[in-house]
């Protein structure tokens, strides 16, 4: 005789309960009928065509995918929600969070490819959205809820990039720039594709909605521009967006976009980024400081002269990062000392 065993979750704990047989482990039920039909002995020959109803086990897998969901159980969510795309590959519930819970999963060395898939996975899931919804109030609730997701896991994987980047060692910290910036990017567009696709698939039904991704779009992006080779492009997209979002939010204000290379040349290239809290505290320096005199402005404009030159030439020596790294360090614990703050700084647009 074959073992009780679960259709959904596979497992043998099934206790009888109230006239049906109860699984312990995804709290599918199993009327009498159906527990005798699961453990016959051997096969049963069916001849014609039969029609399977997979209703009822549809309905089983949907509820123990969304408690997992719910209850942040990244692994067994990714597990339901593949068994319901087997069975329903039209489902944008299932569509979207096998894609979503396996990027929620993904290890750092993973990040630009989860992200994008995250991303590739938008345009399909939206247009099963449109297709197979046709209430308003509940395609509005859908598509507000994979906006709250898509937030969620864009954000979580460009923190990620961002920390692990910053808690690498200083002097080797340049060998992973590419790599962070590769993280970063494919992080925030994330953010800008559900908008694009968003307005594409529904015009401007949730136009509200795209300009609100979009702007966090930009935020992200302005983060890490000054690490980019090709700054105007980069600034080019963030103004397009910017109108993008006017079209929607007529008062919004456009970031300052700061693409002048003029953030500390020699200790950014010293210290392997622009966005780490010695580079912070100098620039606040620079800003608070140095730009409130005349002598301060003309040193800071001096050196965005003759500090390009000198990174060029000289930025990839040993020797000039060894000299460059014990002056610099010097200056900063001062800094710290004098209570010039460590913490992310926004650069203000000062006039030199």
């Given amino acids: 005789m074959k073992v009780l065993t679960c259709e959904i979750c596979d497992s043998t704990n099934l206790i009888k309960e109230d006239g049906v047989f109860i699984c312990q482990s995804c709290s599918t039920k199993y009327s009498v009928e159906e527990a005798k039909k699961m453990i016959i002995d051997g096969t049963i020959e069916v001849t014609g065509t039969v029609k399977i109803d997979t209703s009822s086990e549809l309905t089983n897998l949907y509820e123990v995918a969304r408690r997992a969901k719910d209850s942040h159980n990244n692994e067994n969510a990714l597990r339901y929600y593949d068994m319901i795309l087997v069975k329903d590959p039209s489902s944008w519930e299932a569509n979207f969070y096998v894609v979503f819970f396996r990027g929620m999963s993904c290890k750092i060395s993973e990040i630009q490819n989860a992200a994008i898939s995250v991303s590739n996975c938008i345009p399909s899931t939206f247009h099963l959205v449109k297709n197979r919804i046709v209430d308003s109030e509940e395609q509005t609730n859908v598509v507000t809820e994979l906006y709250a997701q898509i937030l969620l896991i864009s954000e979580m994987l460009y923190n990620a990039a961002k920390s692990h980047y910053n808690k690498i060692d200083i002097q080797i910290r340049n060998n992973y720039t590419q790599q962070y910036v ?121 050196y965005y002269r003759i500090s390009p030159i000198l990174v060029r030439k000289f930025g990839e020596t040993k020797w000039f990062k060894s000299i460059g790294r014990k002056q610099l360090d010097k200056f900063v614990v001062k800094l710290f000392e004098s209570g010039v703050e460590k913490t992310q700084y926004q650069d203000r647009k000062v006039q030199y």
């Fill in 182 to 302: 590769n993280n970063v990017s494919a992080s925030a567009g994330i953010i800008y594709n559900f908008g694009n696709c968003l307005t594409e698939t529904f015009e401007d039904t949730f136009g509200t909605l795209a300009s609100d991704a979009w702007k966090r779009g930009i935020k992200m992006h302005n983060g890490y521009i000054n690490l980019l080779q090709d700054k105007e492009f980069n600034k080019n997209i963030i103004l397009q967006y910017s109108e993008k979002i006017k079209v929607y939010d007529s008062s919004y204000q456009t970031p300052t976009i700061d693409i002048s290379s003029e953030g500390c040349y020699i200790a950014t290239s010293i210290y392997g980024s622009y966005d780490c809290p010695e580079v912070w505290a100098l620039r606040r320096f620079r800003d608070n400081t140095l730009a409130r005199n005349w002598h301060g402005r003309l040193f800071v404009k001096t």
